[in-house]
């Protein structure tokens, strides 16, 4: 179909760590971060998810073209099911979930914060314009 529903493998967060920023499609396991502690201090966490890294650039061409094909069925549900649902800052140990099925926020080790968003807008919020790869440009 597109680069976007081809590649999203369960969940797409979109990850802050070392001031840096990056989507990853997340097997929801991973967003147990109180699981992976020990792994997230050690680094071996990152390891992990590397495999799961997305190509922003592919994925604004994704919509563009979505878009642009005028298939506004199609266009419809990529805006539903083809956008992120964690923000996971790893630098300020802080997580945002939009996630309907699971209560990651109440997942995370007891030095983070989290929060449950109430809607997709208060995801969003957290997310620099730059990255919103369902936007119009």
Same mark, same amino acid.
């Given at each position: 179909?597109?680069?976007?529903?081809?590649?999203?493998?369960?969940?797409?967060?979109?990850?802050?760590?070392?001031?840096?920023?990056?989507?990853n499609?997340?097997?929801?396991?991973?967003?147990?971060?109180?699981?992976?502690?020990?792994?997230?201090?050690?680094?071996?966490?990152?390891?992990?998810?590397?495999?799961? #890294?997305?190509?922003?650039?592919?994925?604004?061409?994704? !919509? =563009?073209?979505?878009? +642009?094909?005028?298939?506004? *069925? &199609?266009?419809?549900?990529?805006?539903?099911?083809?956008?992120?649902?964690?923000?996971?800052?790893?630098?300020?140990?802080?997580?945002?979930?939009?996630?309907?099925?699971?209560?990651?926020?109440?997942?995370?080790? #007891?030095?983070?914060?989290?929060?449950?968003?109430?809607s !997709? =807008?208060?995801?969003? +919020?957290?997310?620099?314009? *730059? &990255?919103?790869?369902?936007?119009?440009?």
């Amino acid at each position: 179909m597109g680069y976007v529903s081809d590649n999203n493998q369960g969940i797409i967060a979109l990850i802050k760590r070392n001031k840096e920023f990056e989507y990853n499609s997340l097997d929801s396991s991973y967003c147990v971060l109180e699981d992976y502690e020990k792994e997230i201090e050690s680094q071996e966490y990152f390891g992990w998810i590397q495999n799961t #890294k997305l190509d922003l650039k592919l994925m604004v061409t994704d !919509f =563009e073209e979505i878009r +642009n094909s005028e298939d506004r *069925e &199609l266009l419809e549900k990529y805006l539903i099911w083809e956008k992120p649902n964690i923000f996971i800052d790893f630098d300020n140990k802080y997580m945002v979930n939009f996630y309907h099925d699971r209560l990651f926020e109440q997942m995370v080790p #007891k030095s983070w914060t989290s929060i449950y968003a109430k809607s !997709f =807008e208060d995801l969003e +919020n957290n997310i620099p314009n *730059e &990255l919103k790869y369902w936007k119009e440009k």
